[in-house]
Nanobody, 126 residues
Framework: QVQLVESGGGLVQAGGSLTLSCAAS????????MGWFRQAPGKEREFVAG????????SYAESAKGRFTISRDNGKNTVSLQMNSLKFEDTAVYYC???????????????????WGQGTQVTVSS
């Protein structure tokens, strides 16, 4: 079975930092774009950050620019999200996902991603 497992979530104060990690197993995603999405209570799932197959190109939601950094290690089949200067509105369940098609450009649409992790809770206190 193909699995993506997130870790690193938790409770932090506003202005603090967290690093989320996503470990994939069952197949390699070294040829696929990877993304991070989040869903807050009462809100729809939204794109946070994405990275292309090689790691040479990244994309961020406006709310994440300048604060979050996505990276990947294809040798380890992992992707990370470094989150700095966290705000209360960053509170959400964060999911990592892999795009369905090899070498595809980074997409901000969840429909373009076939594999999803179980999510990890990030709570930012004000």
């Amino acid at each position: 079975q193909v699995q993506l497992v997130e870790s690193g979530g938790g409770l932090v104060q506003a202005g603090g930092s967290l690093t989320l990690s996503c470990a994939a197993s069952g197949r390699t995603f070294s040829k696929n774009a990877m993304g991070w999405f989040r869903q807050a209570p009462g809100k729809e799932r939204e794109f946070v950050a994405g990275i292309n197959w090689s790691g040479g190109t990244t994309s961020y939601a406006e709310s994440a620019k300048g604060r979050f950094t996505i990276s990947r290690d294809n040798g380890k089949n992992t992707v990370s999200l470094q989150m700095n200067s966290l705000k209360f509105e960053d509170t959400a369940v964060y999911y990592c996902a892999a795009e369905s098609t090899a070498y595809r450009r980074i997409s901000s649409l969840g429909a373009e991603y076939d594999y999803w992790g179980q999510g990890t809770q990030v709570t930012v206190s004000s």
